[in-house]
């Protein structure tokens, strides 16, 4: 099959990239880019190599098993070869594993499925029970003589139960807790944080001096037994664990016999769910047919087992491609960038798009049209694209320039970038799209609640001209919905009742109504308990706003604008007359006091409990809500789609909390 130039260059690159980021990972011990984001650019590879075997070549990652040994240490020549598992990343590909083993031995296979460890490979030999040496995984023929330090790891036995004379396979860690005592200590000396636990195990196991390795308190599971002389191997994987165990090393006691692969699957996403309560970092679950009878049968590959694979949790950090940048138009008509991807699977779903927030911050990355970037997310936090890998380009990447006009501004299209700000919006204030926006919001659940009158509803409305302005909602009669499609008279009727009911609300629901730029809900609460009366609010000065706490300078110029627009003072008047400010509902009840002090921040969408419900639950526990991200919020809650506040916070440090850590902190 002949092979276009384009994909020739795509896994030269790969490799390129790859082998630089391995080597500066295991040799070096340095982490310039996620683990989660190395396993995807060699994953693209392989499927590559895959589709495409005249691709292979002798030195590409896909044929060899890690890094080289550092020249400081004693070199060691492994007497069983080192070998390195195949990942599945998805269902699809650990059953595709599944009916590969079961073509080759003919049977309905059995499982183990271990925690995959996140740490450093251990290769222990020991002489009639004495533990002679311990050895790097190196390039999988030689690793590095690190006995001196694995002996100071407590968990690492001396001396077995039996004298046995055997190899075994571990993997060597940092608690989690050991790591945060560390780095805690190195902050109070104004040295540099560590990145992560692994990391410093690495590093930790590779000092020429003992006693800093003991300092580090290491810890370390011992997983596989590959040779035992004068005595039979256990017949099962099970059996092999737990005669490790027995002998006295250290067996991590999550291990289970599976009956097939749903099985597996079960397992592997029950521990995807609580990975992190263990005190230890894990990266997915190691797989291995049961059978020893059968894994002599499945064999090996020039690189990997084919009885056994990793299955990789979903990760929160791939590469892909961004294929375009385009604009999204908000409901005030800010305009802001959104990337669009080749589509990947990240922390379990396939995402497409990422949001890039502003002009400056296109330009502090440097992402351009056509480059591979690393993309997180976290959670159920919306993707964002942290870096271009630099490597990969090709020279015919393109910058993204803001145009200066934008077809769903209305008018000319013509677009601004906002005075003191990194963002743009439309000139036309009036834009059929951001009315379109502005109505939808005004009709949701948390500002006038109006049943029956969603998006497609008002879209309908608007193409034949009964609503152009949230103030035509409430003019609305029977005769002109009668002759809409998909409106019968109960339709009608109820639609028409829940727009009499919006009409009692709230002074900050009535605020936040309005789509005053920078004004969210929480914002507009604050207004409303400082003004108490909709005059009052509309005559207040930028200084007097500015003055109220979470209401700083541009929210404060943002109010102060939007009122002297005639248009919108208008508005403003007409709503008065149509809706009856009710006084708020009063005091929530406070069941306990847990969270009294704490202040919280939300933003993004929740999909298990509404914005409203989530802030009464804060209050009910003495909690307090803030509009905005300071120094002394304590925690932001981050649902779907994030906005500026979430860059705030880890801006700030502040600390965040996905909708699952939240609902946990709620229930404790």
Known sequence: MKINKEIKERAQKLRDTINRYRYLYHVENKEEIAPEALDSLKHELAELERKYPELVTPDSPTQRVAGLALDEFKKVAHEVPQWSFNDAFDEVEIKAFDERVKRIIKKEPEYLSELKIDGLKVVLTYEKGILKNAATRGDGRVGEDVTHNVRTIESVPLRLE?????????????????????????????????????????????????????????????????????????????????????????????????????????????????????????????????????????????????????????????????????????????????????????????????????????????????????????????????????????????????PKHFPLCGGDGQIERIPGQAAYRCVSKNSYEQQRRKLAYFASRNVFNIDGLGPKIITQLMSVGLVSSIDDIFNLKKGDLETLERFGDKSIENLLNSIEKAKDVTLARFIAGLSIPQVGEETARDLATHFNKADKFAGATKEELHGIEGVGPIVAGAIAEWFKDKENRKLFTNLLKQVRIQAESGQHSVLTKKLEGKKFVLTGTLSNISREDAKEEIRMRGGDISSSVSKNTDYVVVGDEPGEKFDKARELGVKTLNEDEFMTLLEK
């Open 162 to 402: 039996k004298p046995y004379s055997l190899i075994a396979e571990g993997e060597i860690y940092m608690p989690k807790n050991v790591f945060e005592k560390l780095n805690t200590q190195r902050k109070k000396e104004g040295l540099d944080l560590f990145a992560n636990p692994r990391n410093v195990a690495a590093g930790s196991i590779r000092q020429l001096d003992p006693a800093i390795s003991r300092e580090r308190k290491l810890d370390a599971f011992v997983y596989d037994l590959v040779r035992i002389k004068g005595q039979m191997l256990p017949e099962t994987q099970e059996e092999e664990l737990e005669m490790l165990g027995k002998l006295g090393f250290k067996v991590n006691p999550h291990f289970k016999k599976l009956k097939d692969i749903e099985g597996v699957i079960g397992y592997w996403k029950s521990w995807h769910n609580k990975k992190d309560k263990e005190d230890y970092l894990i990266d997915g679950v190691v797989v291995k047919v049961d059978r020893k009878e059968y894994q002599d049968v499945l064999g090996y590959t020039g690189k990997a087992p084919r009885f056994g694979i990793a299955f990789k949790f979903p990760a929160e950090q791939v590469t892909t491609v961004v294929e375009d940048i385009t604009l999204q138009l908000g409901r005030t008509g800010v305009l802001t960038p959104v990337a669009m991807l080749r589509p990947v699977s990240v922390a379990g779903s396939t995402v497409s798009r990422a949001t890039l927030h502003n002009e400056d911050e296109i330009k502090r990355k440097d992402i351009r049209i056509g480059d591979t970037v690393v993309i997180q997310k976290a959670g159920d936090v919306i993707p964002e694209v942290v870096r271009p890998v630099v490597e990969m380009r090709t020279g015919r990447e393109r910058m993204f320039k803001f």
